[in-house]
């Protein structure tokens, strides 16, 4: 299994050969990776950033306890969730069903109440917990690609989202940075490379019932 050799071969990367870039074929590629990411009925109720623009890059870092993956890397994806349920986003996507899979409206119109009502249910800590969790699903997909095509990665929720959300424009657009992956190649330097991997013994993690 091809994966199990990717996964070895990822780790969080913790300082970035500034100087290398991914090209636009390979971004692309990690790009639709995101888009064919599993989410909660389909809905994909977040964008991502994609920055690579340098100032903006040194401005987030401050944002950012000065991490160097920020400022070294390629480029930063910035994955953010939407704050606000919206029955229009769910009409949306049940016309893409409709469209998409040649199917008459009136046959989705019960799926897309069902997704109206669980999504009014939740509390709104509760929806704000969904929210981010959908762009986790995403992040993950996209810290597997990476690891395929040997592009580094660093999954971070070390920084001020207040300030993300400020320097990004996000709050007018109801957006939430909830969590960033910055990509690109590790560098030489970077000692973390080698050390081994931490993780619980399987008969620890799993339970067989
Ligand atoms: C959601 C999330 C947030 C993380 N935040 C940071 C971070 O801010 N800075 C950092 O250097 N590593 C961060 N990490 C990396 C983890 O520390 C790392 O994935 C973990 O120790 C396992 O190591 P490995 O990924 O190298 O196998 C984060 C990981 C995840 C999944």
């Not at 990690?30 to 690579?52: N, R, T």
Request: glycine share 4%.
């Amino acid at each position: 299994m091809e994966l199990l050799e990717h996964l070895k071969w990822r780790y969080a990367t913790k300082t970035f050969d500034s100087t290398r870039k991914v090209t636009e074929e390979d971004m692309h590629k990690l790009k639709e990776a995101i888009q064919l990411s599993v989410s909660s009925y389909g809905l994909q109720l977040y964008k991502v950033l994609v920055i690579s623009n340098q100032k903006l890059k040194e401005e987030l870092k401050i944002a950012s306890w000065n991490q160097d993956q920020i400022t070294d890397a390629s480029h930063l994806f910035v994955f953010c969730n939407y704050t606000e349920r919206k029955e229009e986003d769910v009409d949306a996507y049940i016309q893409s069903i409709s469209q998409i899979q040649a199917t008459p409206m009136d046959k989705l119109e019960g799926y897309g109440n069902l997704i109206k009502r669980s999504l009014i249910e939740m509390d709104e800590t509760t929806w704000m917990s969904w929210s981010e969790k959908q762009t986790y699903l995403a992040m993950s997909t996209l810290l597997m690609a990476c690891a395929e095509l040997r592009i580094d990665a660093c999954p971070m929720e070390g920084y001020e989202v207040e300030k993300y959300n400020k320097i990004l424009g996000l709050d007018e657009q109801g957006l939430n940075a909830s969590v960033i992956v910055p990509v690109g190649y590790r560098s030489k330097e970077d000692h973390t490379q080698f050390r081994k991997k931490v993780r619980k013994p399987l008969d620890e993690l799993f339970e067989i019932l």
